[in-house]
């Protein structure tokens, strides 16, 4: 079957080439759930045509008006979202002394052997599966697409490492009470929210960061000792200006300076955010020839709202936000309208998503299915033109991972690419098609569905490939994928494996892959 798979999807990964002829409703509607949503769900192309894609663009953009009560009820599966940041502190202290005493007790003994999965540190793990699945749940369930797009978008502009330390227990307030609150809101909210947020403090070491020769009130034997300059530095390079936003060497120094202080509390006091006057640098700074006088924690927020309305900020974020949803090499055109609704509106994202949304480049017939999904936006997509039901299980959030994205898992601040050439490959488009057919067959851990929901069986295997066409690809499968899927088809004698399957190679196929 694996060999099969290959042969078929080497057939199927020539693009289709793209008219250029005017959208229809249903092409617009196509076009703006794949890129707004995480693709549509079976009838949902006509329904979004029928009330009008930019009144459904206007909604989404005020996605608190817009019930999510099915996706309410499926968080209670969840306990991660019952547990604060407080408990959790407590509890990963509770794990480390008690993961010390166990260490202790084999030197002791001797036995260096344990349970497999056992262990102090077991909850933790499997709170972080909680939260990734979580992630799979809401992108798949949620009526608020474009809001859990765009908390995808900023969790990973602003990537914080949940495998490190202490992040193990604050990301999920990171990600709860900084991203999502402020997912639409003004930018430099959102960039003060996550700038104060315990797990990027300690993801990017600033709550290590002290002015030169600083020591506390009571000397610490583990106290921090000299400036971290991490932090300081990707504010800059991937938060704000950008790597060619005009800053220098110096500059990076002095945001270090003007951040030195902003720390967190020890987890017994819950690992909240703390600033610390004893260790904060009290000189004056300079930032893009910009003076920042001696004011403790006030200089970083004068900061944070000087690089906020940077014009090289609102050109690096709103290039990144085109690229996400227009193309990886985004036009001009819609940045630049973009950095016109960011100047006009002092940072309002919904403003500026509207200038994206309403720009001619987003429209383009060359902006259409353009772009390659990555992992999480295949699965997700996959589950929902199915109609397939996640369950609350780490299963499908591994099968991100293993198609190249392990969700909270990048080590390195920028996070996750978002290019096609990162995901392009034969190995990992195998391993698409692989994931593909086993959903359309039931066998995907993770996802139960039911396709007599999305397709019917049938004797009549051109039917069926036409059926699939429009429910499933919204009528954009090419002649060759036709009949590539019909030639597979040909030996298989069950009209029910014969639906699975063309369900299967449909959504494993090149069309599907594109967004």
Not at 294 to 322: F, P, Q, W
Request: hydrophobic share 40%.
């Amino acid at each position: 079957m694996r060999s099969r798979l290959l042969t078929v999807w080497l057939v199927l990964a020539v693009p289709a080439a793209l008219g250029a002829q005017g959208l229809t409703p249903r092409d617009s509607a196509l076009h703006a759930l794949n890129r707004l949503a995480y693709g549509p769900r079976p009838g949902e192309v006509d329904s979004v045509a029928r009330v009008g894609v930019m009144r459904w663009i206007e909604q989404q953009l005020a996605f608190e008006r817009v019930p999510d009560v099915r996706l309410a009820q499926r968080e209670r599966d969840f306990k991660l979202l019952d547990l604060g940041r407080e408990e959790l502190a407590q509890r990963y202290g509770d794990a480390l002394r008690q993961r010390r005493e166990m260490q202790r007790e084999m030197a002791q003994s001797g036995d260096t052997t344990r349970p497999r999965g056992a262990g102090p540190m077991r909850e933790f793990r499997e709170l972080g599966g909680e939260l990734q699945q979580l992630a799979v749940v809401r992108a798949a369930l949620s009526e608020r697409q474009l809001r859990e797009v765009m908390v995808d978008f900023w969790a990973n502009h602003f990537n914080v490492f949940v495998g490190k330390g202490a992040d193990r227990f604050l990301t999920p307030s990171y990600i709860e009470e900084t991203i999502r609150p402020n997912a639409l809101g003004r930018f430099e909210e959102l960039l003060s929210a996550t700038a104060k947020s315990p797990a990027m403090l300690f993801y990017l070491d600033n709550a290590q960061s002290v002015a030169p020769g600083a020591s506390p009130p009571r000397r610490q034997p583990r106290a921090p000792r000299g400036l971290n300059e991490n932090y300081a530095r990707e504010l800059l390079e991937l938060h704000t200006l950008g790597v060619d936003g005009g800053y220098t060497q110096q500059d990076v120094i002095a945001v270090a300076r003007i951040f030195t202080g902003w720390s967190i509390d020890r987890p017994q006091r819950g690992a909240g955010f703390a600033f610390h006057e004893w260790a904060h640098d009290h000189g004056e700074k300079q930032v893009l020839g910009v003076s920042i006088r001696e004011g403790g924690m006030d200089e970083g927020i004068r900061l944070l709202k000087l690089l906020a309305n940077e014009h090289a900020t609102m050109h690096h974020v709103s290039r990144k936000l085109c690229a996400r949803f227009v193309s990886d090499d985004p036009p001009d055109g819609c940045v630049d309208a973009a950095v016109d609704a960011w100047h006009r509106t002092n940072g309002d994202i919904r403003a500026v998503l509207r200038a994206i949304f309403t720009s001619p480049d987003f429209w383009a017939p060359q902006a259409l299915r353009a772009k390659v999904k990555t992992p999480l936006e295949f699965v997700v997509s996959a589950v929902r033109a199915a109609g397939a039901e996640p369950d609350s299980t780490l299963r499908l959030a591994q099968v991100v991972a293993r198609l190249g994205q392990p969700l909270y898992l990048q080590p390195a601040p920028t996070g996750s690419p978002e290019t096609q050439a990162q995901w392009v490959n034969s190995g990992a488009l195998l391993g698409r098609m692989n994931a593909a057919v086993a959903l359309a067959a039931g066998r995907l851990p993770g996802a139960s569905v039911d396709l007599d929901e999305v397709v019917p069986a049938t004797e009549n295997y051109e039917a069926l490939v036409d059926a699939v066409n429009a429910r499933i690809l919204a009528g954009t499968m090419s002649p060759h994928t036709r009949s590539v899927i019909l030639e597979q088809l040909a030996d298989v004698k069950d009209p029910m494996q014969a639906r699975m399957l063309a369900i299967g190679l449909a959504l494993g196929g090149p069309e599907f892959q594109r967004q």
